[in-house]
Structures are given as structure tokens and as C-alpha cells.
């Protein structure tokens, strides 16, 4: 009798104690949770788009059961990746210009554009990616030859970093730019008494308010192409530095009617119209769509000898590049962001440049803590100043930066500056997070070579030999969370992503190795081979 009242309530136990169903189980799987004590796992289950569970080992088939079960066959997963600094829908309307990047001389570019005039004719020829750093000649280009080429059709070909212009004279004549014309902020670059063409920050404004703008179709192309682009390389959030309140709203719109599924932390462009609109309206804030912070320009670009520096340039005497916008003009900025719930997010190179952002944040920000304000870039600090990121001033800095300038930084900053140039492991040391992007197309999109820049410190032909200013590099788990837990509490968005925990957003990439054990030198050649968001398979 004993044993049929046992037989009877064993099922009867399991009835009451059903499997709760989910969407997906993922299994065999080498994850890397990055939550706070950086465990190992799995297995993990997803239902509505959000982990329910995280298993070190196959219990997790106790608990649920699973419409969908997906087979790892051992690989390495880790969380969605974030790039904390890009240039997003930029980088979308790159496509539909001249590719510039990768050209070693200016005869090369130009017979890029000549062939990209030939098949795609357009009445304003458009043009980015070129680096005089990368040529033999390491100078500006000047006009001359292009305005033999097209003497009739404007044409503006920028600069890698955005912060320089080439135009021809149909483009300056157009924009209304002569000998007498006079900018703050930037250079009009003149030779021997002419107009070269080169236009280095601010005055680049005159020939932008003249390129004809795309239309609403070339913008969602861009918006999708740059999509397409992100999600292969495994970026499940992008942080785009620097957008239009009409922009926001076409993003916003694609993604409410599911045409878009990559995360988007829109950082607002630092105009008048855009600022009394959203810091009136507040924070926006979907599942997809996160705008809080506005970007600022501090100063120019090393590169182009726009950063601005306390000292002069060590290869141009008496030069020390210029602030973009003006120091009181920061400081009253910041006294009227702080004022609202929006956070501020200042590009800052030279060390000048990055001495005034921080003052300006410390007198802003005193009596309000947990603001989370950025510096973007921080790539020159004088040693005195690193101090400032103990007041939680958070760095946001692009490591591929460092492995492409360290052929000529110590010539643009002398010997003893450039010990306090790319420094992430002193930002680190000192703000105590470090968030990690590319600063794309500026760079290239992919976040393993983000990766590799900062644990190796190295060019893909392994130079230098043992690695530039390696007292700066990141370990591989900093790096890691630099490009996840990181960038996300960077964003304020640690609860809802970053890691790989029960209740965030299943958003995860299925590497092709182990980007934590394999052979540095084979980072770079990692692939994202599955990516997921929001529990949804997106490649």
C-alpha cells in the first residue's frame, strides 16, 4: 500500500512542478559571463528577448525546457559587444563616397576619385578616408591637381579623422571662402600666399552648409548599411558620437517598426536646436534607443595638428592647434547640462584641450555625484592632470587610435609628452573603468582589432617589437570589459546589458576562438560568427 501511495505521488509531484518553457537554451558553450566575479559558464536560457538563466553546468534542463536548443559545440560566447565611441551613421554615409582610407600617396586618391566620378557621375563629388601621415610625402595636399580634374564640379575629399578638409577652388568659390576669410577654431591653410585648399576644423562648416544633403532613402541606406556592418563584426550597441535630432528620429523610427535591430546610444551634436530641444524634453529612453549625453568638440586631431596642446607642436614650432569650441563656452556648457539629467561627453586630444574639459566637469559637476561624464579620447594628459578621472570622469578611448598614430606621435608631441599619450592603464588606474571603442570609420569597425591595440600595443606586422608604451596596455579581462560591462555602466544601461546575467538583454556573440586564451597575434583574424539580440539571431 506504502509503495502505491509513493507511486502516486512521485508523478503527481512532477505534475505540480512543470518545466517552465522558454525560447532558447544555448548549451556546450564556453561563455564569458563578465559579471562582477567574472565566471564561466555553459548553458544559458532566454525567454522574451532577456537570460532567465546562466548555468555552470546542464541542471538547466531541470528548470526549463526550450522551443529552440542551440549546440555551441564548445565555442566562446561572450556579451554583446559595444562600441563605445563610433561614428555610426557616419559611417553608413561613407558608403555612398569615394573610400579614401588605405591610399599611400595623393595620385592615388586621386585617381579614386576619377574612377568613382566615372561610375557613379554626381554633381558634388564627395570623398573620405585619405592620411598624409601615411604617404611619402607627409604634407597637406594642396588643390592644384583637382582643380585641373574637375575645374567646374565642387568636390571635398576629408580627412580619416574628420578634422580635415581638401577642396577644390570651385568648392571654395561655392562656399565663399577667399584669402580674407576668418574662422575661429580651426586653420585656413595658406601657402606662399594662396589658398591650398586644406581646411582644418571650424572652416570645414563653410563647405559642409553647402554639400547637398542626402535624401531621406540615401539616409535609411546609410542607417542599414552601417547596421549590416556592426552586427557582423558582433557590436550589439553602438555609440554614436555626435547626431541630429532628425537623425535620433529616423533611428527611432526604424527600429519601432522593427527595421532596425542594433541598440543605439545617440549622443546629441552640440548645436542650439538640438540642445533646447532635448534637454527640455529630457531623457529618451526605449529598449533600442538611449539619448542622454551630448557631444562637445574641445579641440581638433593630432593628426592633422589640430589638437590643442599647452606647448608647441615639436614638429611645428610656434604651432599649438586650437579649441574647437571656446573655454568659457565649455565651461558654460557644462554648467548648463549639469543643470538637467543629460551627461556630457567631450571630445578632448591635445592636453590643453583635455586640462580645460576636466576643470570645467569638476567645477560643473560639484555636489553631483554619479553623473558618469566623459572625456572622449583623453589621448594627451599631462601627468598632473590624470588625478581628475578620481572624480568619476569617465575615459572613453579608442585603443586602434594609439597603433595607428605611434609612427609620428612622439614627432607631433617630443619625448617626454607622448609618456602621457594613449595612457588607458593609467586612465584606468585612476577613473577605475575605462570604456572601449574604434571611433569608426575614423578606424576600422572591428572590435578584435580594438582588442588586440590594447593588449598587444602592436601594428598587424607586430611593430614595434615589444609593443608601444606597454606600461599602458590592458589585460585581456579589462579589455573585455571595456568593451562590455564598461561601455554599458558608461551608458547607465549596466542593468540591462554588458554581462551575461538573468533578466538582461540576450544579447551575445558566438566567437569563432576564444578571444581570452588564443595567441595574440591571431586576435585580429577572431570572428563573430553568431550574433544575437535580444535572443534573436541576427547573423
Known amino acids: 500500500m506504502k509503495k502505491l501511495i509513493l507511486l502516486f505521488i512521485i508523478p503527481l509531484f512532477f505534475a505540480c512542478n512543470p518545466k517552465e518553457e522558454v525560447d532558447l537554451i544555448v548549451y556546450n558553450a564556453n561563455i ?20 532567465v538563466a546562466v548555468s555552470e553546468n546542464a541542471d538547466i534542463y531541470k528548470k526549463y525546457k526550450a522551443k529552440e536548443e ?12 559595444i562600441d563605445a565611441h563610433c561614428h555610426f551613421y557616419g559611417l553608413g554615409l561613407n558608403q555612398q563616397v569615394v573610400d579614401l582610407v588605405g591610399t599611400t600617396s ?11 566620378q566615372k561610375e557613379r557621375p554626381s554633381d ?8 598624409q601621415n601615411d604617404w611619402e ?8 591637381k ?27 568659390d561655392l ?30 562648416g563653410l563647405v559642409d552648409a553647402i554639400v547637398p544633403q542626402p535624401s531621406r532613402a540615401q539616409q535609411i541606406q546609410a542607417l542599414k548599411d552601417a547596421e549590416r556592418i556592426s552586427l557582423d563584426y558582433g557590436l550589439t550597441t553602438v555609440n554614436d558620437a555626435g547626431l541630429a535630432r532628425s537623425t535620433i528620429e529616423l533611428i527611432d523610427s526604424l527600429q519601432q517598426a522593427g527595421d532596425m535591430s542594433i541598440r543605439v546610444y545617440a549622443m546629441v551634436s552640440n548645436y542650439p536646436e538640438n540642445l533646447d530641444y532635448f534637454l527640455n524634453k529630457g531623457i529618451i529612453k526605449t529598449d533600442r534607443l538611449d539619448v542622454r549625453s551630448v557631444k562637445v568638440y574641445g579641440d581638433g586631431a593630432l593628426g592633422s595638428r589640430g589638437a590643442a596642446l599647452k606647448a608647441p607642436y615639436s614638429d611645428k614650432p610656434g604651432h599649438f592647434g586650437a579649441m574647437v569650441t571656446p573655454v568659457d563656452e565649455i565651461g558654460a556648457l557644462a554648467e548648463r547640462i549639469a543643470a538637467t539629467d543629460y551627461q556630457m561627453n567631450t571630445h578632448a586630444i591635445g592636453d590643453s584641450a583635455n586640462v580645460v574639459v576636466l576643470r570645467a566637469y569638476k567645477k560643473a559637476l560639484e555636489g553631483k555625484p554619479d553623473r558618469r561624464w566623459k572625456v572622449e579620447h583623453a589621448q594627451v594628459i599631462s601627468m ?26 612622439e614627432d607631433r608631441l617630443g619625448s617626454e609628452r607622448v609618456k602621457g599619450a594613449y595612457a588607458y592603464k593609467k586612465l584606468l588606474d585612476g577613473a577605475g573603468i575605462v570604456a572601449l571603442g574604434t571611433d569608426f570609420p575614423v578606424e576600422q569597425v572591428s572590435p578584435f582589432l580594438t582588442f588586440y591595440a590594447a593588449v598587444a600595443r602592436q601594428d598587424l606586422d607586430k611593430y614595434p617589437e615589444g609593443g608601444f608604451q606597454m606600461k599602458d596596455a590592458l589585460s585581456r579581462e579589462e579589455t573585455l570589459k571595456g568593451m562590455t560591462i564598461w561601455a554599458a555602466y558608461s551608458n547607465f544601461e549596466e542593468g540591462e546589458k554588458g554581462s551575461i546575467e538573468p533578466g538582461k538583454f540576450a544579447d551575445f556573440v558566438i566567437l569563432s576562438d576564444d578571444i581570452m586564451t588564443v595567441p595574440v597575434s591571431e586576435i585580429p583574424n577572431l570572428k563573430a560568427e553568431q550574433v544575437f539580440v535580444a535572443g534573436k539571431k541576427l547573423k
Open 70 to 81: 542551440l549546440d555551441a559545440e564548445g565555442k566562446t560566447i561572450v556579451p554583446g559587444l
Open 175 to 204: 562656399a565663399g571662402i577667399t584669402l580674407d576669410t576668418k574662422v575661429e577654431g580651426g586653420e585656413i591653410v595658406i601657402q606662399d600666399g594662396k589658398l591650398t585648399g586644406v581646411l582644418v576644423d571650424n572652416p570645414m
Open 384 to 409: 598632473e592632470d590624470f588625478d581628475y578621472f578620481k572624480l568619476g570622469i569617465i575615459p572613453s578611448v579608442q585603443p586602434t587610435h594609439a597603433t595607428s598614430d605611434m609612427y609620428w606621435a
Open 146 to 172: 583637382l582643380d585641373e580634374l574637375f575645374p567646374d564640379t565642387p568636390v571635398a575629399l576629408r580627412r580619416i579623422d574628420g578634422h580635415a578638409l581638401l577642396v577644390n577652388q570651385k568648392a571654395l
Open 137 to 144: 610625402e607627409k604634407e597637406f595636399p594642396t588643390k592644384d
Open 106 to 116: 595623393f595620385d592615388e586618391i586621386l585617381d579614386k576619385v576619377v574612377a568613382f
Open 32 to 51: 564569458y559571463t563578465v559579471d562582477d566575479d567574472f565566471p564561466k559558464a555553459c548553458c544559458v536560457a532566454i525567454k522574451d528577448g532577456k537570460f
Open 124 to 131: 558634388f563629388i564627395r570623398g573620405r578616408g585619405w592620411d
